[in-house]
T-cell receptor, first 109, second 114 residues
Framework: RKEVEQDPGPFNVPEGATVAFNCTYS??????FFWYRQDCRKEPKLLMS???SGNEDGRFTAQLNRASQYISLLIRDSKLSDSATYLC??????????FGTGTKLQVIP | DTAVSQTPKYLVTQMGNDKSIKCEQN?????MYWYKQDSKKFLKIMFS???????INETVPNRFSPKSPDKAHLNLHINSLELGDSAVYFC?????????????FGAGSRLTVL
């Protein structure tokens, strides 16, 4: 089983739609979780951290379910500029940062 | 000022050659990383250094040799390049806060081996 698993997509959604991605992780001792965004031919950039209580940043909501070992990202009112690959990231240990394979989102006009 | 800078941005070379990629960060972070992103877009960690000490060395061929002269620099030297080494190599740095490592990436170095 991979350490961090994501559905690669692509998810093709119309502008204005709500879309959700899930990610599962295998190491139950993992402490920190993040979502990164990677645009085509660019480097990954931090989108948001994921807290146990869940957190929201504008149209983006991240949630953590420790019991089932998954994290989610919800994007409301999708914009064309949201088209990118979304990477689930887990800290399974000190200085260790593991990336999922990414989920590709394409927002269509 | 670019926080994490790596050079060169593009590298095209023949099989069997030796090449180096340099990385520098001006964020004052203690930890630096090399990641490889292949054609399937999977980001795989190769090495991690903390204060110039190697702390993570994944199953990478020993043709790959990282060097960290100080905590702001982490270079990657590759010997006897093979076709399968073609990928984008990302350097990153982080500072652990309450057990969390948030990475800042360089723009990537696209290596093509012919």
């Amino acid at each position: 089983r991979k350490e961090v698993e994501q559905d690669p997509g692509p998810f093709n959604v119309p502008e204005g739609a709500t879309v959700a991605f899930n990610c599962t992780y295998s190491n139950s001792a993992s402490q920190s979780f993040f979502w990164y965004r990677q645009d085509c031919r660019k480097e990954p950039k931090l989108l948001m951290s994921v807290y146990s209580s869940g957190n929201e940043d504008g149209r983006f909501t991240a949630q953590l379910n420790r019991a089932s070992q998954y994290i989610s990202l919800l994007i409301r009112d999708s914009k064309l500029s949201d088209s990118a690959t979304y990477l689930c990231v887990v800290n399974p240990g000190p200085q260790k940062v593991t990336f999922g394979t990414g989920t590709k989102l394409q927002v269509i006009p | 000022d670019t926080a994490v800078s790596q050079t060169p941005k593009y590298l095209v070379t023949q099989m069997g050659n030796d090449k180096s990629i340099k990385c520098e960060q001006n964020l004052g972070h203690d930890t630096m990383y090399w990641y490889k992103q292949d054609s399937k877009k999977f980001l795989k960690i190769m090495f991690s250094y903390n204060n110039k000490e190697l702390i993570i060395n994944e199953t990478v061929p020993n043709r790959f040799s990282p060097k960290s002269p100080d905590k702001a620099h982490l270079n990657l030297h590759i010997n006897s390049l093979e076709l399968g080494d073609s990928a984008v190599y990302f350097c990153a740095s982080s500072q652990a806060l309450a057990g969390a490592n948030v990475l800042t990436f360089g723009a990537g170095s696209r290596l093509t081996v012919l």
